[in-house]
């Protein structure tokens, strides 16, 4: 990507020391689908984190636990469909924060 030397790029040794650092987010919403607080539930302000888990596999158990009621899922048009894959509920997510922040 060419953009990334306009970011503001943070790297951790790991979770430990991102929850200790002062760059933290001051909310930080686990999007999952074991999760029964939907997207159109949460309300996001500005300094909100967004985290999402592998594609694969999801998040770590320990993230789960220690999101709580921080989790918050992506509505599927019907049941039985498969989750989105990871880029375009990214997608979705970040676009619903912006859109609820700069309202």
Known sequence: MDYWETLDLFEYKNWGN?????NKPKNIYLFTTHASKTLWETTFEKGDGLLFGNEGRGA???IHQWAKMNRVTIPKYKDGLRSLNLAVSVGIATYEAIRQINL
């Open 18 to 22: 991102f929850l200790e650092s002062k």
């Open 60 to 62: 770590p158990h320990e």
